[in-house]
């Protein structure tokens, strides 16, 4: 079965990087894509961006260029979302989610979501 | 960007209720629609794709219609497990907005 296993919760300070990791299991890893999603306390859904697992084409959302980059792992079947200088506002639950191999269309399994808290 | 708003906001209905939520685009967006499921805590999950199709899983009171710019989620008969909240999302250009969303609580 399709599984997208997130990494462990992070506690950052204001300025500092986090890297996210999503490993899937259960479908040709190459096959597809991964988009990745936040949700900020109480809030609703944020696309942040997405990555070809097939080529490492990558599209970011507007906001976060130049904060955030997207990478995969096509031997261990793992992707990877990286995000600095974070601030307050970064704080939120990140998701990754299965898409499509060349853009970016709907998210059929979704990681269980890792909480991101940016706090001095 | 396209925006994507939902109406509405919230609402409260009982079990075997009919419910209908409802989601406009800014701009036509075709049958590139999608509506997600998402409980307290969780992630959330697919269960409307292309506007209409029923994703591999979901029960069959889940059905969506529209095209365009209006599009519409429809619960037959509500159970005690589709309280939550419910987003639907464009897929008809980058990048893929999602609405913001409909509570469904317990009347």
């Known amino acids: 079965q399709v599984q997208l296993v997130q990494s462990g919760a992070e506690v950052k300070k204001p300025g500092a990087s986090v890297k996210v990791s999503c490993k899937a299991s259960?479908?040709?890893?190459?096959?597809?894509?991964i988009s990745w999603v936040r949700q900020a306390p109480g809030q609703g859904l944020e696309w942040m961006g997405w990555?070809?697992?097939?080529?490492?084409?990558?599209n970011y959302a507007q906001k976060l260029q130049g904060r955030v980059t997207m990478t995969t792992d096509t031997s261990t079947s793992t992707a990877y979302m990286e995000l600095r200088s974070l601030r307050s506002d970064d704080t939120a639950v990140y998701y990754c989610?299965?898409?499509?191999?060349?853009?970016?269309?709907?998210?059929?399994?979704w990681g269980q979501g890792t909480l991101v808290t940016v706090s001095s | 960007d396209i925006q994507m708003t939902q109406s509405p906001s919230s609402l409260s209905a009982s079990v075997g209720d009919r419910v209908t939520i409802t989601c406009r685009a800014s701009?036509?967006?075709?049958?590139?629609l999608n509506w997600y499921q998402q409980k307290p805590g969780k992630a959330p999950k697919l269960l409307i794709y292309a506007a209409s199709s029923l994703q591999s899983g979901v029960p069959s009171r889940f059905s969506g219609s529209g095209s365009g710019t209006d599009f519409t989620l429809t619960i037959s008969s509500l159970q005690p497990e589709d309280f939550a909240t419910y987003y639907c999302?464009?897929?008809?250009?980058?990048?893929?907005?999602f609405g913001p969303g409909t509570k469904v609580d317990i009347k």
């Open positions: 989610a299965r898409d499509s191999t060349t853009v970016t269309t709907f998210f059929d399994y």
């Open positions: 990555i070809s697992a097939y080529n490492g084409n990558t």
């Open positions: 999302q464009q897929s008809y250009s980058t990048p893929p907005a």
């Open positions: 259960g479908y040709t890893f190459t096959s597809y894509g």
């Open positions: 701009q036509s967006i075709s049958s590139y």
